[in-house]
């Protein structure tokens, strides 16, 4: 946390965005192909899952793609596009229908879908079809001191939470995990303001080997070498800071999804490894 | 000397509208608008309910492209919009009609143009929080058809009676004398020019800085009246010699050439029967009661 970070927080626009609860939903027959050509079938993606949470482990489960939390989106294609490109890692949501209306939760992250932390308590009473409005708030966020750094889609008050540092003019930045270039997959073909990035977990032994199999839901993380300012690519010296927002999956050329929150020069930006930097700790989510 | 209106003879009609959600277009577009210069940039824009942005404040400096102040709303069908966007008049007022934020009152503040088609009211912002998208809010629309007595060639448009009565006009030599807070050249009117003046909006072009200076545009707050020579909005937005008019900043300037802040069009002439007196205080804040 560094007191005198210096941001453009008093020019951004707060502005209200609604997604619904959505349902878990599968093509028909419902398998996907694992990396051996297996048909599987797993729960995961979609709706509220219950029992995993910001903060759990992200691989191990009988699961694919596990979101944690409440998924939220909207039919209407324009305002599902308006929901990925506004909305912020640790914005409030607020509950507007339902049992649990008048509820207020925190957006973990995004997938396919936007992804809210609520309590168990609050889970309980959500029903599939409730809307939840955000209240979207940090997009044209800047740092003053580092014009070379771009951030992406984090709330001003979890940037303020984040431990950070600045060591020779360069931001240093806590992760839990550095990930190797060579195993960033799936969503290198969209732009890099829309949902995430699977690493690809297929090498289970190489997952092992970097200690990534240990990686949890909300970790920091950063990949050195990769440029994701105007989309997602391998370039030399660039450094990308990104969340851990969904869990592991079976299917090749994907695994745990990661979603940048800052991207920049390695003169400029650069990472400290600890433990501690996760979201659940970041943002003092209570489960 | 004090103008009369035809205001006994105006109809007062409920028109209704949906708070409405931002939009952006889906892939394989890419999110990104081009800036004057060419960079692109992601920004909110139109739209939805803007929790920190209120009449008042400055149209400069968000980021943020073309936001509206305050609560944007919309009818879910284009014939049904279209009348919510014509009959709804600057200073009308404007009731929550369901969700948590029901019963409170808002005023009409301005309209948004071609591709949004929105109309844009100022509530508390202590109860923006509690107003939902999708809530439905009730306009009691009255304004069109507003005539001013001894100045029949003049067009009103999108302004209620109320919003005429505070503004502080005068009749002196058979001209109307009008307090605003800035005098726009017509080089300077971008977006917006031969498009309907019924609804929608115009917009500044704030892309010469060095033209922003020599005019004092740099410091145009939302809410603000202000005049525009040698245009007429009689009935399309256009150039011409001469003519006038009359508008309101109603949403904030944004990077994109040619989309400066935008005005809503409030009286137009093709007759120079009109003068702009300047004042600091021509902004609608002062002259209808808000609560902040």
């Known amino acids: 946390m560094i007191s005198n970070i210096k941001t453009n927080e008093n020019k ?11 349902q878990p939903s599968f093509k028909n027959p419902g398998y996907i192909p694992n990396n051996d050509g297996q048909s599987v079938i797993f729960p995961g993606m979609f709706g509220v899952v219950n029992n995993v949470k910001v903060g759990d482990r992200a691989f191990g489960w009988a699961g694919d793609h596990i979101e944690p939390g409440v998924s939220i989106d909207s039919e ?57 409005d955000i209240l979207a708030h940090g997009r044209g966020l800047k740092l003053l001191d580092f014009p070379e750094i771009e951030i992406k889609k984090i709330d001003p008050n979890l940037l303020k939470s984040m431990k950070l540092k600045i060591i020779n003019k360069k931001l ?3 992760v839990v995990i550095e990930l190797p270039i060579k195993i960033m997959g799936s969503g290198a073909e969209l732009n890099s303001e829309y949902v995430d990035q699977d690493l690809m977990s297929g090498d289970r032994e ?33 450094v990308s800071i990104a969340i851990c927002i969904h869990g592991d999956s079976v299917m090749t050329g994907h695994g745990p999804g990661i979603m940048t929150i800052m991207t920049g020069n390695k003169k400029y930006l650069g990472w400290n490894i600890s433990k501690n930097a996760n979201l659940k700790k970041i943002l003092k989510i209570k489960i | 000397m004090k103008i009369d209106t035809n205001e006994n003879l105006l109809v007062n009609v409920s028109v209704m509208g949906s708070v409405c959600q931002p939009n952006f277009q ?38 943020a492209d073309c936001i509206h102040p305050g609560v944007s709303i919309k009818y879910p069908n284009e014939a049904g919009n279209r009348g919510l966007n014509i009959l709804s008049c600057v200073g009308n007022d404007a009731t929550i009609m369901s969700g948590e934020a029901k019963n ?19 509530f508390p912002k202590k109860i923006r929080e509690k107003i939902s998208i999708n809530d439905k809010i009730l306009i009691k629309s009255i304004g069109v058809g507003l005539k001013i007595k001894n100045f029949e060639d003049v067009f009103c448009k999108s302004l ?30 971008g977006a917006g020019s031969g498009l309907t003046s019924e609804s929608g909006s115009l917009h500044i072009q704030t892309t010469d800085s060095s033209e922003m200076k020599k005019y004092k545009l740099n410091n145009l707050k939302l809410g603000n009246i202000i005049y525009i020579e040698n245009y007429d909005s009689s009935y399309q937005h256009g150039f011409l010699r001469n003519a006038w008019a009359i508008g309101i900043i109603g949403q904030t300037n944004g990077p994109r050439a040619g989309y400066g802040p935008g005005i809503t069009i409030l009286m137009s002439s093709k007759k120079n029967n009109a003068k702009p007196k300047l004042d600091s205080r021509a902004n609608i804040v002062n002259y209808i009661k808000f609560i902040k």
């Not at chain 1, 607020?94 to 879908?113: F, L, Q, Y």
């Not at chain 2, 009152?105 to 100022?122: D, P, W």
């Open chain 1, 12 to 22: 951004l626009i707060k502005m209200s965005i609604g997604g619904y609860v959505t």
């Open chain 1, 76 to 132: 209407q294609i324009n305002e599902h596009f308006a929901l990925h490109y506004l909305v912020c890692t640790g914005n409030k949501a607020i509950i507007r229908s339902g049992g649990a209306k008048g509820k207020v939760g925190i957006v973990t992250g995004e997938h396919a879908r936007n992804l809210i932390h609520f309590d168990n308590k609050t889970l309980e009473q959500i029903c599939v079809g409730d809307q939840i």
């Open chain 1, 172 to 174: 240093i930045v806590d």
């Open chain 1, 206 to 238: 190489l997952m092992k080997k970097l200690k990534i199999d240990q990686m949890k839901l909300g970790d920091l993380i950063v990949i050195n070498h990769a440029d994701h300012k105007w989309g997602r690519s391998f370039k030399k010296n660039h």
């Open chain 2, 26 to 63: 889906s892939l394989p577009a890419e999110p990104y608008r081009l800036d004057s210069n060419g960079s692109p940039f992601l920004l909110p824009s139109w739209g939805s309910i803007v929790h920190n942005v209120s009449v008042g404040d400055s149209a400069f400096g968000w980021e």
């Open chain 2, 104 to 122: 409170a009152k808002g005023v009409v503040t301005g309209k948004s143009g071609r591709f949004s088609e929105q109309v844009i009211l100022h």
């Open chain 2, 160 to 189: 209620s009676p109320k919003l005429f009565n505070q503004m502080k006009i005068q009749n002196k030599n058979n001209k109307m004398v009008i307090p605003v807070t800035h005098i726009i050249p017509e080089h300077l009117i």
